[in-house]
């Protein structure tokens, strides 16, 4: 089997290390550059994309951010799965608010502003505080902000309209503020046929809007609510491949914040913590087979690592520590890998990840130590 990947990012390598061993060969299509790569080495491939559709048996992305062009070319080849409208779906918010009320799931009240009319509308129909995030292009809490008071309502609107002006097809998204308690997400498969294996949900942590700490969860209740949630948004997509859905939990009701149609950040833990790994799962969903096992394996956090691409030498001698290099070029802030940390029992990951912060900078490493100690 060859997957030619729409993204030639660190879940597009990873995918590619997890085909590996089914036999299934990646290549990936660089977006920005829009080169045909080898998604380890991002060594140039074959001739374009035209000739690099033709080759694929199954096309996937890894990315929702893909113009639609580009989209339009893969989908008319019939080997595009998911689909472009669950891709689409996740790149514009728009899209994505309306198909979660077509799938009657729960998600935070909204109104779509084009016009400082409608901007006035909003305020009225959400009510504040609110949140306002561009419709496109907005990611890790990039293109938002909170409307806390009237008298903040010009300068936001100054903004904003400014935003709307720089990006055709731009709007923005005011939400009612929810009080969440936590953010968990869900990630899931759904094959072929439409056989659904979900993982179990990871409680997340944000720094400055970017993912920092996930840890998969054991809630029964919870996870029975967000498995129906995933069902019906995967149902209505037709979907095949992983997605994500994002949550807000609310004393105990969860609210979709967002999904994500691809394999997701808050998913990595999978690769030391479940049966399957979400990358392999995508794999076997997109190229028609049996889908893998997601059940937990033993109690896993996941720790992202920003803006560093060194770790000291101890890290690797802590025998709890997996550490995942993406081969990218240091930026401040920047997702560099990960390290997914396994204990026997909540406690002893507690402590696993108490020992790790110790040895890192807590900077790159924020919300490690504090949320470790809530574990226990
Ligand atoms: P998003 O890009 O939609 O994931 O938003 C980035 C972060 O902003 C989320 O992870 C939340 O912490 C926060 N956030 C987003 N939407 C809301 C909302 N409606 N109410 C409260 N916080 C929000």
């Not at 089914?22 to 920005?32: E, M, Q, R």
């Not at 016009?115 to 009510?127: M, N, P, T």
């Not at 008071?149 to 709007?171: F, K, R």
Request: aromatic share 6%; glycine share 8%.
């Amino acid at each position: 089997m060859h997957v030619l990947v729409l993204g030639a990012g660190q879940l597009a390598r990873m995918m590619a290390l997890a085909g590996a061993p089914l036999n299934i060969k990646l290549s990936a299509f660089d977006v920005g550059t829009g080169n045909i790569v080898h998604p380890l080495t991002q060594a140039l491939l074959g001739h374009g994309l035209d000739n690099a559709i033709e080759q694929a048996d199954v096309i996937t992305a890894e990315f929702e951010h893909i113009p639609h062009d580009v989209l339009d070319i893969c989908e008319k080849s019939g080997k595009f799965l998911p689909s472009t409208e669950a891709i689409k779906a996740g790149g514009d918010r728009r899209l994505e608010k309306a198909l979660l009320d077509r799938a009657q799931v729960a998600n935070a009240r909204y109104y779509v502003i084009n016009s400082r009319e409608d901007f006035a509308a909003a305020i009225d129909h959400v009510g504040l505080p609110m949140v306002l995030k561009s419709t496109l292009g907005g990611y890790d809490g990039k293109g938002q902000w909170r409307l806390k008071a009237d008298s903040d309502v010009e300068a936001i609107w100054l903004e904003m309209a400014a935003c709307i002006a720089e990006t055709p097809n731009q709007a923005i998204v005011a939400e009612e503020f929810v009080p969440f308690d936590r953010e968990v997400s869900l990630v899931g498969a759904r094959g072929k046929s439409g056989e659904i294996e979900v993982y179990p949900l990871a409680e997340n942590v944000h720094t400055n809007g970017v993912l920092s700490l996930s840890t998969a969860i054991v809630d029964t209740e919870l996870q029975q609510q967000a498995k129906a949630m995933f069902t019906a948004v995967a149902e209505e997509l037709n979907y095949v491949g992983v997605l994500a859905l994002e949550f807000f939990d609310v004393q105990g009701k969860l609210l979709v914040n967002e999904i994500a149609p691809r394999v997701h950040n808050s998913g990595h833990w999978t690769q030391q913590g479940a049966e399957t790994c979400q990358f392999e799962n995508h794999l076997r969903a997109v190229c028609g087979m049996p889908l893998g096992g997601t059940a937990l394996i033993r109690p896993t956090s996941m720790v992202n690592i920003l803006g560093e691409d060194a770790l000291p030498q101890s890290v690797l001698s802590q025998h709890a520590c997996h550490i995942h290099w993406y081969g990218k070029d240091k930026r401040p802030g920047r997702k560099m890998g990960h390290i997914n940390v396994c204990a026997d029992n909540l406690e002893a990951l507690s402590q696993e990840l108490v020992k790790l912060a110790d040895q890192l900078d807590e900077t790159a490493f924020p919300a490690v130590r504090e949320n470790a100690l809530k574990l226990s």
